[in-house]
C-alpha cells in the first residue's frame, strides 16, 4: 500500500499493517460507526439488498483468494456455496447443532469438497481448470437435485433463523449486524493472508508458477490451500445465505450465479482488497435499482418493446459493464480508485 510523502515504515510488521497512518485510523473508525448505525436509517425495502451485498462478499471475498491472488480460475463458486448452505441446513435443522459449529463445519464441508476439485490444478490450469470447475458445480447440484431423501429435491429444506446461546437472529436488523460481523472477518482475514508468506506464494504462482517452483515453493500444496480457503469462505456465505432466506433449493444456486461473481471480481479488480467490495456493492446495487425501478417503468412506458425484455434488462447491463470494464479499464474499478487515491499524497492531514 502506497503511503503519503515523508511517510516510511520502520518494519516488517508497520510494512504489512492494513492501516498505518492516523488519517487511515479515523477514516477506518468513522465507517465502522457509520455501519453500526446504519439499519436505522437504511430503507426497509432495501435491508434485502444490504443484506445480500454481505453475504455475497464474502464469496467473492473467497474466489479472489482463488483467481486474484492464486491465479487459479474457477467457474463452480456457486456449487460450493450449495454445500455451506445445505450442510448448515441440515446440521441446524436436523441434528439441533449450534448455528456458530454449524457455520464452521459448513465452510470445513466445502472447503475438503474444493480441495478434490482442485487436484486437477496441479495438471492443468487457465480454460482447462475451468472445464474441471465447471464439472464441480454441475455434479455438486445434480447430486443435491437427486438426493432426495436428503435435501427434498426441488420442494428445498426449511432453515431456521441463526441464535447464539440465547439470541435470537430473527429479524432484518439482527441479521445485518450477523451478517456484517462475519463479512468484515472475512474481509480482514483476506487482507492478512495477501500479506502474508502465504499471499506472496499464491502471488508468485499466479504471475509464473515455474518460477516459483524453481524459488522453493511447494505449488501443489499452495494450490490446494488457496481452493480450500476460497471454498471456505463459499460454504460460510452459503450457510449464512441458508439461515437468513429461511427457506433453500438447489436452484438457488446455478452457474448463472458461478458467472456472476466471476463478474463482480472481475468489475471490482482481481487481486486487490477493495476489488470484492466495489464489485459486489455495485452489481448488486444497480440489481436491485433496475428490478424494482427502471425495469417497472420500461414495461410501463415502451410498450412496443419485445415481451420480456424489461426482465432480461440485468443480464445485459451486467454484460456491457464487464466488456466496458475490459475495454477501457482491465484491472477493475479499484484500480481507478489507486489512481484516484495517488492525491492523498499531497494532502498535508494525511501525516
Not at 15 to 39: E, G, N
Not at 117 to 134: E, H, N, Q
Request: aromatic letters at 14%.
Amino acid at each position: 500500500m502506497s503511503l503519503p510523502c515523508g511517510i516510511r515504515n520502520f518494519s516488517y510488521h508497520t510494512d504489512i499493517a492494513i492501516i498505518r497512518t492516523k488519517t487511515q485510523w479515523v477514516l477506518f473508525i468513522l465507517f465502522m460507526l457509520a455501519l453500526s448505525v446504519l439499519p436505522f436509517y437504511l430503507p426497509r425495502s432495501w435491508f434485502d439488498t444490504v443484506n445480500s451485498i454481505g453475504i455475497l462478499l464474502i464469496a467473492v471475498v473467497g474466489l479472489n483468494i482463488l483467481m486474484g491472488y492464486c491465479g487459479q480460475l474457477s467457474l463452480g463458486h456457486a456449487g460450493f456455496m450449495a454445500i455451506g448452505a445445505f450442510t448448515s441446513a441440515l446440521l441446524t435443522g436436523n441434528l439441533h447443532v449450534p448455528f456458530l459449529l454449524a457455520l464452521i463445519i459448513s465452510g470445513l464441508s466445502a472447503g475438503l469438497i474444493g480441495l478434490i476439485f482442485g487436484i486437477p490444478s496441479l495438471r492443468v490450469k487457465g480454460f482447462y481448470l475451468a472445464i474441471a470447475t465447471i464439472a464441480a458445480q454441475f455434479i455438486i447440484i445434480w447430486i443435491l437435485q437427486n438426493w432426495t431423501d436428503i435435501t427434498h429435491g426441488s420442494n428445498g429444506l426449511d432453515v431456521i433463523p441463526a441464535s447464539i446461546l440465547s439470541w435470537q437472529f430473527d429479524t432484518e436488523i439482527k441479521q445485518f449486524y450477523l451478517i456484517f460481523t462475519i463479512t468484515i472477518i472475512s474481509v480482514l482475514f483476506a487482507t492478512n493472508l495477501a500479506r502474508s508468506r502465504i499471499g506472496r506464494a499464491f502471488i508468485a504462482i499466479r504471475d509464473n508458477d515455474l518460477a516459483a517452483e524453481v524459488m522453493g515453493i511447494n505449488v501443489f500444496r499452495y494450490k490446494l490451500l488457496a481452493f480450500f480457503l476460497g471454498c471456505f469462505l463459499a460454504g460460510i456465505a452459503g450457510s449464512l445465505y441458508a439461515q437468513y432466506r429461511g427457506h433453500i433449493s438447489y436452484e438457488d444456486f446455478t452457474f448463472q450465479q458461478s458467472i456472476l461473481y466471476i463478474g463482480m471480481l472481475i468489475i471490482g479488480g482481481l487481486g486487490s482488497s477493495l476489488g470484492p467490495i466495489l464489485g459486489t456493492v455495485i452489481i448488486e446495487t444497480l440489481q436491485k435499482s433496475l428490478t424494482n425501478t427502471i425495469a417497472p417503468w420500461l414495461e410501463h412506458t415502451m410498450t412496443f418493446m419485445p415481451t420480456g425484455f424489461s426482465s432480461g434488462l440485468n443480464l445485459m447491463l451486467f454484460g456491457l459493464a464487464i466488456i466496458l470494464i475490459l475495454i477501457f479499464e482491465p484491472r477493475g474499478l479499484a484500480h481507478l480508485w489507486a489512481l484516484f487515491k495517488s492525491s492523498y499524497r499531497m494532502w498535508p492531514f494525511s501525516y
